[in-house]
């Protein structure tokens, strides 16, 4: 099995889900596939009702995707729930809803808070490849979903984001720690480029779960790949075994 981290440039929606079904022609059928958050608008608050709206008709173009190359797909979205509009990472496989994970901490300093409610569940999903637990970008810098993360034992860990260029070294640190951490393959998916008058870092990676770099972009609309080894997974776990 192969992992895939899908990183590009934010345009407009249109543009945006087009290069998104291009990425995904081309990778292999059975692999894993890690979109951006907010993939396809973008942090657009003044269209967020209606992006929030369409959701349910791209995540039918993706699930049809999905069924056909019997992949599993996970990227963020935005949601229209009772309470308000959610930040949600939907986990699709083989053309089904998986399950979703709605963004738990919110980035006061992009005003995330006074547009969307958080989650409070911090999940981690059964896939035919294994335990996947997903930490939505700025979720990566708490120590309290790490250790949730943690008793659960993730065996792929998804990070979907939209992580600013002036802290792109964190960003670079915190996903490999959090590989290291949890004993785990770490995906980062993240935009790079200008958007909306903000700068994004790129800089998405794949890592292994002794914290090996498997593959990294600084910038540019790629797809990083790696594959997906449970055997070394279950080996470094072995070697060296961490309990809470």
């Known amino acids: ?50 992006f929030a709206d369409l959701t349910p008709n ?79 970008c700025f979720e990566i810098r708490f120590t309290d979903l790490i250790l949730e993360l943690q008793k659960n034992k993730p065996d792929i860990v998804l990070v979907p984001a939209q992580w600013g260029f002036k802290r792109k070294d964190h960003f670079m640190a915190l996903t490999k720690s959090r590989a290291i951490e949890l004993q785990a393959y770490l995906v980062a998916s993240n935009t790079w480029g200008e958007y909306l008058g903000t700068r994004f870092a790129g800089y998405s990676s794949i890592y292994s779960p002794w914290g090996e770099t498997l593959a990294f972009s600084e910038k540019g609309d790629v797809i990083l790949s790696a594959e997906y080894d449970k055997d070394y997974l279950m080996e470094v776990r072995k070697t060296l075994p961490i309990k809470i």
């Open 1 to 50: 099995m192969k992992l895939y981290s899908v990183q590009f440039k934010l345009e407009n929606p249109k543009t945006n889900i087009e290069k998104v079904k291009n990425f995904l022609e081309k990778v292999e059928n059975s692999s894993l596939v890690l979109l951006p958050e907010m993939w396809y608008s973008g942090f657009d608050y003044d269209n967020l009702t209606l």
């Open 58 to 136: 791209i995540l039918k173009e993706l699930m049809k995707i999905s069924r056909e190359k019997s992949l599993v797909i996970c990227g963020t979205l935005p949601e229209r729930t009772s309470k308000g509009i959610m930040n949600v990472a939907f986990l699709i496989e083989d053309g089904k809803l998986l399950g979703k994970r709605g963004k738990i901490k919110l980035f006061s300093l992009f005003d995330e808070d006074k547009y969307f409610i958080p989650d409070d569940k911090n999940e981690v999903f059964e896939t035919k490849f294994g335990k996947v637990g997903i930490l939505i």
